[in-house]
């Protein structure tokens, strides 16, 4: 099973079905950061709509929860990016959802 | 005096314990809540200003933890509480989107700007 002399094409498709990659594809660990992935996407989509659409009192509690769960993701074991990455970005599309919520409420 | 650990208390146990109150672990999920109540709140907003995007993704991230926090080692129950009701209040949300869609006064809208556009 060696690598040593592969295209990178063939070596990526190779990783891709590892048993290894296989487990996590199906795993838990993939799809629950998977699920998660709408509220940021949501979130983007929602800042070319009209801010009277934006509830702030989500909006705030959305902030405070990814902040928090950032840290969750590399403080479980192993580690989850994927997670983490999904409530970084949230984080990014909620706090532009809250200032524009507070111009629009001025 | 003895201070073997069998002396502590269940709160001390439960308050030193891996997944306790003093890590992320027990915030983080406890913290989800804020959602629910969010929901909760926003059920008094005009349903023409709810964004169907963000609650049907609160749905599906709701439903989907529900049960993965059943299938996780160990159970999180508290997790499974939390994405339940957070599911809930977001299918609430779109429901009551759906209906204010069907409603004539959001046809009357959909009708005047359509007039408008073609003007």
Same mark, same amino acid.
């Given at each position: 099973?060696?690598?040593?002399?592969?295209?990178? $094409?063939?070596?990526? #498709? /190779? %990783?891709?079905? *590892?048993?290894?990659?296989? =487990?996590?594809?199906?795993?838990?660990?993939?799809?629950?950061?998977?699920?998660?992935?709408?509220?940021?996407?949501? $979130?983007?989509?929602? #800042? /070319? %709509?009209?801010? *009277?659409?934006?509830?702030? =009192?989500?909006?705030?509690?959305?902030?405070?929860?990814?902040?928090?769960?950032?840290?969750?993701?590399?403080?479980?074991?192993?580690?989850?990016?994927?997670?983490?990455?999904?409530?970084?970005?949230?984080?990014?599309?909620?706090?532009?959802?809250?200032?524009?919520?507070?111009?629009?409420?001025? | 005096?003895?201070?073997?650990?069998?002396?502590?208390?269940?709160?001390?146990?439960?308050?030193?314990?891996?997944?306790?109150?003093?890590?992320?672990?027990?915030?983080?999920?406890?913290?989800?809540?804020?959602?629910?109540?969010?929901?909760?709140?926003?059920?008094?907003?005009?349903?023409?200003?709810?964004?169907?995007?963000?609650?049907?993704?609160?749905?599906?991230?709701?439903?989907?933890?529900?049960?993965?926090?059943?299938?996780?080692?160990?159970?999180?129950?508290?997790?499974?509480?939390?994405?339940?009701?957070?599911?809930?209040?977001?299918?609430?949300?779109?429901?009551?989107?759906?209906?204010?869609?069907?409603?004539?006064?959001?046809?009357?809208?959909?009708?005047?700007?359509?007039?408008?556009?073609?003007?």
């Amino acid at each position: 099973m060696s690598q040593a002399s592969g295209s990178i $094409a063939s070596r990526i #498709t /190779q %990783k891709l079905g *590892s048993k290894e990659f296989r =487990n996590y594809i199906t795993s838990t660990h993939f799809w629950g950061p998977v699920a998660n992935w709408g509220i940021p996407l949501a $979130a983007i989509g929602d #800042t /070319q %709509k009209d801010p *009277s659409l934006i509830s702030g =009192n989500m909006t705030a509690a959305l902030c405070v929860y990814s902040a928090l769960f950032m840290r969750f993701a590399l403080a479980v074991q192993p580690k989850n990016y994927l997670l983490f990455a999904c409530h970084f970005v949230n984080e990014g599309a909620q706090l532009t959802q809250g200032y524009r919520y507070l111009q629009y409420n001025k | 005096m003895a201070t073997a650990t069998a002396s502590q208390s269940a709160l001390q146990r439960f308050i030193n314990s891996p997944a306790g109150p003093k890590t992320i672990h027990f915030w983080a999920p406890a913290m989800k809540w804020a959602l629910v109540i969010a929901g909760i709140g926003d059920l008094a907003r005009p349903a023409e200003n709810l964004s169907l995007a963000q609650n049907t993704s609160l749905v599906a991230t709701g439903l989907i933890w529900t049960r993965y926090s059943t299938v996780i080692i160990p159970k999180n129950w508290p997790l499974f509480a939390v994405n339940l009701f957070v599911a809930g209040t977001g299918l609430m949300q779109v429901g009551r989107i759906m209906n204010y869609r069907m409603s004539d006064e959001y046809k009357q809208k959909q009708q005047q700007e359509a007039a408008v556009s073609s003007a």
